[in-house]
């Protein structure tokens, strides 16, 4: 079954920098998601990307969507240390098939 | 408005027991998904109920089952407790499953 496979799986940078993480997949799919997760608690939804649309914009969040390749990557810029936590792709099947599938999930550090 | 409210927080129960846990959706969320979430094997999608039908399942034994309300609040039950059934329970509610979720802070569950 299809899952998102996030790359690299922890990151550690200053305050200010850049972040990037990537994302990959196996199947079709009708939209990729990206959450946030902090310390164990509920994820929060940063931003979805449908699969006909190749970048979006929320913020500091940057997103990027390849279909022929079957990834993704998600960049914060300018992070902050309230952007420390763990950051998951997630992807929704086409067919009305309800169900996100979850990579393991990218711990980003960032060092104030 | 409220966000989607799962009760209780933190649950410890012994092995062969039984757990029910809840969860409120958003108000006018008619879906309401549930994921497992371990260290070991991640997140995973439990199953999915729109308008207090069961939509789409994952791939966990029978010990795991669900409900939906006719004010879409949903229940999961766990019977038969095993060790690794501890984990972080979330629930996610959408409109109507396409335009991304909304997590709870989910119900950390200890089997002893």
């Known amino acids: 079954s299809q899952q998102g496979e996030e790359d690299p799986q922890a990151l550690s940078i200053q305050e200010g920098e850049n972040a990037t993480m990537n994302c990959s997949y196996k199947?079709?799919?009708?939209?990729l998601q990206w959450y946030r997760q902090n310390s164990g608690r509920g994820l929060v939804h940063l931003i979805l990307i449908r699969s006909n649309e190749r970048e979006k914009h929320s913020g500091r969040l940057r997103v990027t969507l390849d279909t022929s390749k079957k990834s993704s990557s998600l960049l914060i810029t300018a992070s902050r240390a309230a952007d420390t936590a763990s950051y998951f792709c997630?992807?929704?099947?086409?067919?009305?098939?309800?169900?996100?599938?979850f990579g393991k999930g990218n711990q980003v550090v960032v060092i104030p | 408005k409220a966000g989607v409210t799962q009760t209780p927080r933190y649950l410890i129960k012994t092995r062969g027991q039984q757990v029910t846990l809840s969860c409120s959706p958003i108000s006018g969320h008619r879906s309401v998904s549930w994921y497992q979430q371990t260290p070991g094997q991640g997140l995973q999608f439990l199953f999915e109920?729109?308008?207090?039908?069961?939509?789409n399942k994952g791939n966990f034994p029978g010990r795991f089952s669900g409900r939906q309300f006719s004010n879409s609040r949903s229940e999961m039950n766990v019977s038969t407790l095993e060790l690794g059934d501890s984990a972080l329970y979330l629930c996610?509610?959408?409109?109507?499953?396409?335009?991304?979720?909304?997590f709870g802070s989910g119900t950390r569950l200890t089997v002893v």
């Open positions: 109920y729109f308008s207090e039908t069961q939509r």
């Open positions: 199947t079709s799919i009708n939209n």
């Open positions: 997630a992807t929704d099947k086409s067919n009305g098939n309800n169900r996100l599938a």
């Open positions: 996610a509610s959408s409109p109507d499953g396409n335009y991304g979720y909304t």
